[in-house]
């Protein structure tokens, strides 16, 4: 609605030729913003229906009282001001994960800006450069912040979207339950933080425990996957259906099946996916997550309806989305730094999640308790104040640190990311996306554009991008217990 009233505004703006036609329209507003989309977002507490009834509704906190919070969906090149209300009983920020906005607007806490203290606010004014599929959380507090529900897509639209059928956000949440479905209060758990982060029990999309998806045989879908989640991994198999990636983290790549046909996200990450509904009418299929060895279960069911096949021909492959604005790393002449993940309990299980989580299932059952077979090992260096995990050898206190590299405005880095520890870490870079260009010293297949990277216990990722985006940047784990617990550090670009 807001968007079509946008849409004219412009267009009369375009066939006048003249801005003072726009004034005349919308006096104040219009002189203040120029051609920014307003919005406002208040996070405050407010209730949710998680779960299904009869449970009861759950405390949560949220954006203009829901979560997720508003989608915000823009085109290319159109500038967003956003005013941000704190009604939390605790200090908040924004940050818009995976937009490259200038260094002011980017949300984190003391670096900067001042974080928005309860009862103030903070207007947010930028462009959005390039297409595809974003979200905002807050970047204080942000485990219990996110882990209460606080985030929302942020969607930035092709001039020509691609042709489908149905364009879809599924953000994906993970929360912790109690049984009367009120929030557990246990965040901060230092066995967990050491370990895999507060996985929680109880998955939703797009703030419910889904049921089924309604669906038509033949209908191609565009399905924009952000894992929200404070701590969990994904990986998910559409069964009996051939999921095609076209983007990753926002950034268009050749469309591919990825491997095992499993689409894997690490928190923060996103992947768009072209997906053919090619089931019979009044089928069911599932979509399983089968990432944590063990613990599989089932996401939703993919319900057909009846009706008639909406095409008798396949379609044809996705076409690659056009590229957007980075500038192109120059590897040749790129500088290379090496950055090391240390950190955590030693005896990680390949899965990620040192064997815990007991119970009964999803949806309501699983108790999220640690216990069993990732305890014995011991701490992988311990470095004092509750600090867990380090990067470089340094452990972070907070947002305001020194910077652990600088960098030189313009030019080609490429960093040599090591993880030593045996868990997985979502590495993630304010205000650049980059290209991943080998893992474990192999050269990637897609060097894919990516703003945040998973990189699995013991393993190696190379990253490379231009600094282009002046200022001092967070480069941390999006395991948000992981990051409060020290692994996040600083990159300036000068
Ligand atoms: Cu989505 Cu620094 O985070
Ligand atoms: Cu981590």
Known sequence: MAFDIRLSRRSLLLASGSAVAGLALRPGAAAASGDAVEKRLIAAPGQARILTQPSPQTGVWCYNGKTPGP???????????????????????????????????????????????????FTYEFAVPDTGTYWYHPHAHSAEQVGRGLYGAFIVEEPEPLPVDR??????????????????????????????????????INGRVPGTFPTRSGERLRLRLINAAPARIFGLEFKGHRPIVVAYDGQPIEPHVPEGGRVVLGPAMRVDLVLDMAGEPGSTAPVIDTFYEGLSFKLVDLRYTDEPTLRAQPLNPPAKLPANTMPEPDIARAQRHSVTLTGGMMSGMSGGMGGMMGGSGMSGGMSGMMGGSGMGGGMGGMMGNGAMWAINGIAAQGHNMKPILTLARGKTYILAIDNQTAWYHPIHLHGHSFRVITRNGTTTQYQEWRDTVLIPPRERAEIAFVADNPGDWMFHCHILDHQEAGMMSVIRVM
């Open 167 to 204: 364009d879809l956000v599924w953000v994906l949440g993970d929360w912790r339950l109690e049984p009367d479905a009120s929030i557990a209060g246990d965040f901060h758990n230092p066995m967990e933080m050491s370990m895999s982060g507060r996985v929680g029990n109880t998955v939703t």
């Open 71 to 121: 989608e915000i969906r823009l085109r290319q090149g159109e500038r967003l001001r956003l005013v941000v209300e704190n009604q939390l009983p605790q200090h908040t920020t924004i940050h818009w994960h995976g937009l490259r906005v200038p260094n002011a607007m980017d949300g984190a806490p003391e670096v900067t800006q001042p974080p928005i203290q309860p009862g103030g606010s």
